[in-house]
């Protein structure tokens, strides 16, 4: 019994690691100077996409972890490494626009 209650407690706590910070509006007006029009609807898309897309292969990265010179190099090939690896295109280049939105945008935050 002790070792099912463990597995649970597990898989509940790896769940909750992989999700990543949910954009707030006040994300979004910060946004806008780097972003110009960028709404927390397209924050809360790129974050979607992010998680569903990044998170297949491995673990996700906490967009303050890396820098934005990192980003906005691996968001373009990671994308294009999906794509490869489904033999289509999985993500398009508005989808990847979004994921490299929200990383940088959230990046920023505290």
Same mark, same amino acid.
């Given at each position: 019994m002790k070792k099912i209650t463990v597995l649970?407690? &597990?898989? =509940?706590?790896?769940?909750c690691s992989a999700?990543?910070?949910?954009p707030t509006q006040a994300d979004a007006d910060r946004g806008a100077?780097?972003?110009? @029009?960028v709404t927390l609807a397209q924050l809360t898309d790129g974050k979607k996409l992010y998680e569903e897309n /990044? @998170? *297949? /292969? !491995?673990?996700?990265?906490?967009?303050?972890k890396e820098s934005e010179k990192e980003w906005r190099t691996? %968001?373009?090939?990671m994308s294009?490494? %999906? *794509?490869?690896?489904? @033999?289509?295109? %999985?993500?398009?280049?508005?989808?990847q626009d979004? =994921? &490299?939105?929200? %990383? &940088?945008?959230? !990046?920023?935050?505290k």
């Open positions: 649970s407690l &597990l898989a =509940i706590l790896s769940a999700k990543m910070l949910a100077a780097k972003f110009p @029009g /990044c @998170g *297949n /292969c !491995h673990e996700l990265i906490d967009p303050r691996m %968001v373009p090939l294009d490494k %999906v *794509n490869k690896k489904a @033999g289509s295109e %999985v993500l398009d280049a508005k989808e979004l =994921i &490299l939105q929200y %990383v &940088l945008v959230m !990046h920023e935050s």
